[in-house]
């Protein structure tokens, strides 16, 4: 068994190490601080979902799906939630860094588990690559605003430079100086609060959460009294489908409650506060998510909306200058949080995946001081601020969300595979177990009744080659959905994994084929490493 791609972390022996203190972390009697609470999980949530997305990508699910994109925002949310509730049941059982990867370790087995931390990596790095950049265009905003310019080639990078700044830049050996120094200098600024203290993060996220939630609420307030309810018609204006074209943005908006996990050895008593904490958030950003959308595609036609700045582009369509400029400032705040919760949970992922030997011993080094993982916070900082400062990469959301898709369908999955939870005192979360036996097939059966010309349209070759390649994801998705179907009937499967489960792969067939080239290339680099050294270095194997 030790040698097997498919050994397994054991959930007693995960239990057990982390209450006597036995991780790479602890051998020095090095711990990391048990400070979290609710309320700062709550505010970690939030801080991480309440950002790029509400303050960019949302124009351009608006411009495609009209009013209706609230309906994908609810979609997105439920969605989410059946994911959330997997993820508390794991939290309250592995109460221990590594989120998606730990809990993948316990049912799935190694090589499973060093996928989908592989594929956090993606989601993580690029994720906050896209939102350093889009914090860089923010913040020239505000400086211009108080009469302060950057030169064009400290503020921009070569691919999407004009002539004239090409030709501005200082030149070295022939080639234009051009970067992107204020999204590089925030990553360091970042890294940095990261690297000194999970008490200063956490200090720093709860006020700029506390901030950007009062600065959303009086934006949600005034705007609705610049609503013409006639742009609300037609809801759907390019039906169903062009709602569902803004899948990638919506989701973009919603992939930060899973850093929440990643923070469970810094939590005071994660088995209760940690479910809670992920939840809460996640309800808190639906509801605001919802209500500016309302207001958004309100206050001026859902075809004007395709913007890097819609909150900021409304106020200014309807004669108000100076709420934008403080819509700039909240957007400020509110990528620069991203940025911190992103940059903590990085670190710890690969911390985790250290201490198994998948990675160098290095990577879980805890700081004697600062008590937190030292050397993966640099290595983060420098894999995110280096590109950041050089590359164009604003438009990544496909990218990080099938990334955070696929995390989302082995944690629901995962939570098939894990034995019924022994009743104890404690008070933790308990996943309710509804039986699928009957309602997954019916609801199922409902679904291709509802919807079976567009799935007869999607299964077809009529298009030929070039048409039907788009459609081998929901090809894929069909095969899963007829297995799970039946494995429900036979084995009386737990309802909501396996509607988290389906409902996140669905939402992986609207991501365009590209972007599963791409992330299937990363995948395959990611496996060249795992055989090439993790395989070898696990402690599975050794022991």
């Known amino acids: ?47 991480a979902v309440i950002g790029a997305g509400i303050f960019s990508t949302i124009g351009e699910a608006s411009f495609h799906g009209g009013p209706g994109v609230s309906l994908l925002f609810i979609i997105t949310a439920v969605t989410c939630g059946f994911s959330a509730l997997c993820y508390a049941e794991f939290a309250s059982r592995v109460p221990v860094s590594g989120s998606a990867y730990t809990y993948s370790y316990v049912t799935f087995g190694e090589l ?47 691919d999407s430079a004009s002539q004239a700044t090409i030709e501005a830049a200082p030149h070295i050996f022939g080639i234009p100086f051009i970067v992107n120094l204020p999204a590089f200098l925030i990553v360091i600024l970042i890294t940095y609060l990261a690297y000194v203290g999970i008490r200063e993060s956490k200090r720093s996220a ?39 074209k803004g899948v990638s943005a919506v989701f973009f908006a919603y992939i930060g409650f899973d850093a929440v996990s990643t923070t469970a050895e810094e939590c005071a008593n994660p088995q209760r506060d940690l479910p809670k904490g992920m939840i809460y958030s996640l309800i808190i950003c639906t509801v605001l998510y919802v209500l500016i959308s309302f207001v958004l595609t309100g206050m001026v036609p859902y075809y004007k909306l395709k913007v890097d700045d819609p909150l900021a582009f409304v ?33 710890r992922i690969w911390m985790s995946m250290s201490r198994d030997g998948l990675l160098p011993k290095k990577f879980a080094k805890i700081h004697p001081r600062f008590k937190t993982p030292s050397f993966a916070t640099i290595i983060t900082g420098i894999l995110v601020g280096v590109p950041a400062l050089f590359l164009n990469l604003t438009i990544v959301t496909d990218l990080t969300s099938i990334g955070t898709l696929f995390a989302f369908i082995l944690v629901c999955g995962g939570v098939l595979m894990l034995p019924p939870q022994e009743k104890t005192e404690e008070k933790r979360f308990r996943l309710p177990y509804i039986s699928g036996q009957i309602i997954v097939p019916v609801l199922v059966l ?60 669905y939402l992986m067939t609207e991501i365009a084929l590209k972007n599963w080239i791409v992330f299937s290339i990363w995948l395959v680099i990611g496996l060249s490493i795992y055989f090439l050294y993790s395989y070898r270095h696990s402690k599975l194997r050794q022991a």
Request: aromatic share 14%.
């Open 206 to 244: 709860n006020f700029m959460v506390g901030l950007k939630i009062l600065v959303i609420l009086f934006v949600i307030a005034l705007g609705f009294f610049y609503v013409n309810p006639g742009n609300w018609n037609p809801f759907m204006p390019n039906g169903f489908s062009g709602v569902l």
């Open 446 to 505: 409902g679904l291709i009744v509802l919807f079976r010309g567009e799935i007869a349209r999607r299964l077809s070759f009529e298009g030929g080659w070039e048409v039907w390649k788009h459609n081998i994801p929901f090809f894929f998705f069909v095969i899963v959905t007829v297995l799970i179907t039946w494995f429900s009937a036979i084995r009386k499967l737990s309802l909501i994994p396996v509607l988290g489960l389906l409902s996140c792969f």
């Open 112 to 158: 499973a588990a060093w996928v989908i931390g592989w594929a956090l990596i993606l989601e993580y790095a690029i994720g906050n690559i896209a939102v350093a950049i889009s914090w860089s265009g923010y913040c020239n905003n505000l400086l211009r605003g108080l009469g302060i310019a950057l030169p064009d080639w400290l503020s921009s990078n070569y």
């Open 315 to 347: 106020f200014n369509e309807v004669n108000l200058p100076g709420i934008s400029y403080i819509i700039s400032v909240s957007a400020v705040v509110a990528t620069t949080s991203v940025l911190l919760v992103f940059q903590i949970g990085q670190p």
């Open 1 to 47: 068994m030790s040698n097997s791609l498919f050994r397994k972390k054991s959930l007693t022996t995960i239990i057990k190490d982390a209450n006597e203190g036995m991780s790479d972390g602890h051998e020095t009697g090095v711990g990391m601080h048990k400070v979290l609470k609710v309320k700062d999980l709550t505010a970690m949530g939030i801080a």
